[in-house]
Nanobody, 117 residues
Framework: QVQLVESGGGLVQAGGSLRLSCATS????????MGWYRQAPGKQRELVAR??????TNYADSMGRFTISSNSAKNTVYLQMNNLKPEDTAVYYC????????????WGQGTQVTVSS
């Protein structure tokens, strides 16, 4: 089993920045790729970005203000979010699996990001 714990969410004004972190524990050797997804109220969960151990990335369209990165030694993945907008308000979830192209089976509990106008 793999456990994922997100941190770094919070309340920020429009135009501000946040950096989310996702720490992993457990059977981390089975993980080849990790990613971030978000779910706004009343909307489906959507991809933000994924990254694999080769540092290949997969970004959803319109996520140019966000940058995903990872620290393999710490089994941690990050999401740097700049120039945040109110429409970025959502619960952000960390995900782990085997592919940079599809979500894996492991999810964190989510961290709330709220952007005020």
């Amino acid at each position: 089993q793999v456990q994922l714990v997100e941190s770094g969410g919070g309340l920020v004004q429009a135009g501000g920045s946040l950096r989310l972190s996702c720490a992993t524990s457990g059977s981390t050797f089975i993980i080849n790729a990790m990613g971030w997804y978000r779910q706004a109220p009343g909307k489906q969960r959507e991809l933000v970005a994924r990254i694999d151990k080769s540092c290949r990335t997969n970004y959803a369209d319109s996520m140019g203000r966000f940058t995903i990165s990872s620290n393999s030694a710490k089994n941690t993945v990050y999401l740097q979010m700049n120039n945040l907008k109110p429409e970025d308000t959502a619960v952000y979830y960390c995900n782990a699996g085997s592919s940079v192209w599809v979500p894996g089976d492991y999810w964190g509990q989510g961290t709330q990001v709220t952007v005020s106008s």
